[in-house]
């Protein structure tokens, strides 16, 4: 069970990288960055002791990182150890993965295993979500816009406030995850939005 602190260093840690400030990247000389990149990695470990949040965000880092320390290998790895400590959206982004073959072999039965696990309210529209993915990218469009149609009929889940605040809906044709700052389209990393055609 986490401490009020540790949910508090987790809500904290969630909203510092919900907005992913790609200035960073462009706007730090190589020093300003070696000294970022330092502390970002000191962040991650720190939380990465009690939240998996801390090695998802470890694993983003390193995926969208300059060149020199870009580093993709970790991406998987990272995100397979957050889904281990119950994060919710690294749990369903690992059955994705899997069942893809995205940044991992590809293993459709561990995939789908995966995605039946999958118990907590916030892991299981995340799944919804990817489910959804996963159909349009295999051709099933039709099945791919009933999952949707799910996810936007859904009610919101009574999450606590330092959880995504899932709530999915349509918004210009998009899908959107409502976070804590704002809205974002799709999802967390690599996932390319799908447009619909709403009915």
Known sequence: MKTLKEKF???????IFSAFDCNVEVELNAEEYEFWWEK??????????????GWAQKGAQYSEARYGKRDMSYLFPYYEKAADMGWAEAEA????????????????????????????P????????YRAFAEEFTGDKAKALQIRN?????????????SWDITIRRRNGWICLRRLNGWKRACFIVNPTVRMNWH
């Open 9 to 15: 260093g987790e809500f904290f840690f969630e909203l």
């Open 40 to 53: 970002v990695m000191q962040v991650c470990d720190r939380v990465a002791e009690f939240s998996g949040a």
């Open 93 to 120: 982004t690992v059955a994705y993965w899997r069942y893809m073959g995205f940044y991992c072999e590809q293993d459709k039965e561990e995939g789908e295993r995966r995605f039946a696990a999958l118990t907590s």
């Open 122 to 129: 916030e892991a299981i529209l995340w799944g919804k979500h």
């Open 150 to 162: 799910e996810l936007l009929a859904m009610p919101v889940c009574g999450l606590p406030p330092i």
